[in-house]
């Protein structure tokens, strides 16, 4: 559905992406993660058409996006914050859905309206946040597009909200399976919904791991300073506290029997990492990640 080969794109000669690789064949809710900068966002841009690459392939169910209605048909690409036209209401949402994408879903899109409390004679630009944000939802879901990409779909939704959206997402994956690429500073909200993970690092993936693989990383041991240095010697470590003579380390390990055996044996403490946590100190130290 997706292959992305030897990719490079950059402004004004400053590289983003850089021989990026990707491949997906099937249809697939997948999360996306990076820091402020990795090249999340140029490569939503990129999937969606918006730009065109200044050197690999890229090509989107068979197809070169950039410039291509044919293509850009069974794309929709809903930006954090995106643009809707000063007089808008709800019901020109739904009209230019229904315009730009051929399967649209007329009696999804109204479900949602109701479920997300929105109101249809209010203009879009006097919503909240949160009304912004399930409007921009509903395009998304109810687009029924073979590539959905979604940038921070959550942002400005209480937790009700959030609950509507997830279910919502699963229903829309089922009724309709296709491919979700949905971009996320919080994995941890989104990881449960997700197949597979993409994280990308200065412009090259760091993981494309399947999610239940990505949840196992990252171990956390305390206890007697002497001790967690002699049983992590030859382990990379990627945080580090220590209070008198404990010390608390992350590694960049899997949590599993064998650490767990560690830990008993040399009478330290050991937790499992959050997912989020760990992306942060991986990405954050810039280690080099072992396979």
Same mark, same amino acid.
């Given at each position: 559905?997706?292959?992305?080969?030897?990719?490079?794109?950059g402004y004004?000669?400053?590289?983003?992406?850089?021989?990026?690789n990707?491949?997906?064949?099937?249809p697939n809710?997948?999360?996306?993660?990076?820091r402020n900068g990795?090249?999340?966002?140029?490569?939503?841009?990129?999937?969606?058409g918006?730009?065109?690459?200044?050197?690999?392939?890229?090509?989107v169910l068979?197809?070169?996006?950039y410039n291509?209605?044919?293509a850009?048909?069974?794309?929709?690409y809903i930006?954090?914050?995106?643009?809707?036209?000063?007089?808008?209401?709800?019901?020109d949402v739904?009209?230019?859905?229904?315009?730009?994408h051929?399967?649209w879903?007329?009696?999804?899109?109204?479900?949602l309206?109701?479920?997300?409390?929105?109101p249809y004679?209010?203009k879009?630009?006097?919503?909240?946040?949160?009304?912004?944000?399930a409007t921009q939802i509903?395009?998304?879901?109810?687009?029924?597009?073979?590539? &959905?990409?979604l940038?921070?779909p959550?942002?400005g939704?209480?937790?009700v909200?959030r609950?509507?959206?997830?279910?919502a997402?699963?229903e829309?994956?089922?009724?309709?399976?296709?491919?979700f690429l949905?971009? &996320?500073?919080?994995?941890e909200?989104i990881q449960?919904?997700?197949? $597979?993970l993409?994280v990308?690092?200065?412009?090259?993936v760091l993981?494309h791991?399947?999610?239940?693989?990505?949840?196992?990383?990252?171990?956390?041991?305390?206890?007697?300073s002497e001790?967690?240095?002699?049983v992590t $010697?030859n382990?990379?470590?990627?945080?580090t506290?220590?209070?008198?003579?404990?010390?608390?380390?992350?590694?960049?390990?899997?949590?599993?029997?064998?650490?767990?055996?560690?830990? $008993?044996?040399?009478?330290?403490t050991?937790?499992?990492?959050s997912l989020q946590?760990?992306?942060?100190n991986?990405t954050?130290r810039k280690i080099e990640?072992?396979?």
């Amino acid at each position: 559905m997706i292959q992305i080969k030897n990719l490079t794109y950059g402004y004004q000669q400053t590289p983003v992406l850089s021989k990026f690789n990707l491949h997906e064949t099937e249809p697939n809710i997948i999360g996306l993660w990076g820091r402020n900068g990795s090249g999340k966002t140029t490569l939503m841009s990129l999937l969606a058409g918006h730009y065109k690459p200044l050197e690999g392939q890229l090509n989107v169910l068979g197809q070169e996006p950039y410039n291509n209605l044919s293509a850009l048909e069974k794309i929709c690409y809903i930006q954090e914050n995106h643009p809707f036209g000063q007089n808008w209401k709800i019901e020109d949402v739904c009209k230019f859905g229904r315009y730009f994408h051929p399967n649209w879903n007329q009696e999804f899109a109204e479900k949602l309206i109701d479920l997300f409390e929105l109101p249809y004679k209010k203009k879009i630009t006097k919503f909240s946040k949160g009304m912004k944000t399930a409007t921009q939802i509903i395009l998304g879901l109810a687009s029924n597009a073979q590539i &959905t990409i979604l940038d921070e779909p959550t942002n400005g939704l209480d937790a009700v909200k959030r609950k509507i959206f997830y279910d919502a997402l699963l229903e829309s994956y089922e009724e309709q399976p296709r491919l979700f690429l949905i971009s &996320t500073h919080h994995i941890e909200e989104i990881q449960p919904l997700c197949e $597979s993970l993409i994280v990308i690092q200065d412009g090259v993936v760091l993981f494309h791991e399947q999610m239940e693989v990505m949840r196992e990383k990252g171990v956390i041991l305390s206890g007697n300073s002497e001790l967690i240095e002699q049983v992590t $010697s030859n382990t990379s470590i990627i945080e580090t506290s220590k209070i008198s003579s404990t010390l608390k380390v992350m590694l960049d390990e899997n949590y599993s029997n064998h650490w767990k055996s560690i830990a $008993s044996e040399h009478d330290l403490t050991i937790e499992k990492a959050s997912l989020q946590d760990y992306l942060i100190n991986v990405t954050d130290r810039k280690i080099e990640v072992k396979s």
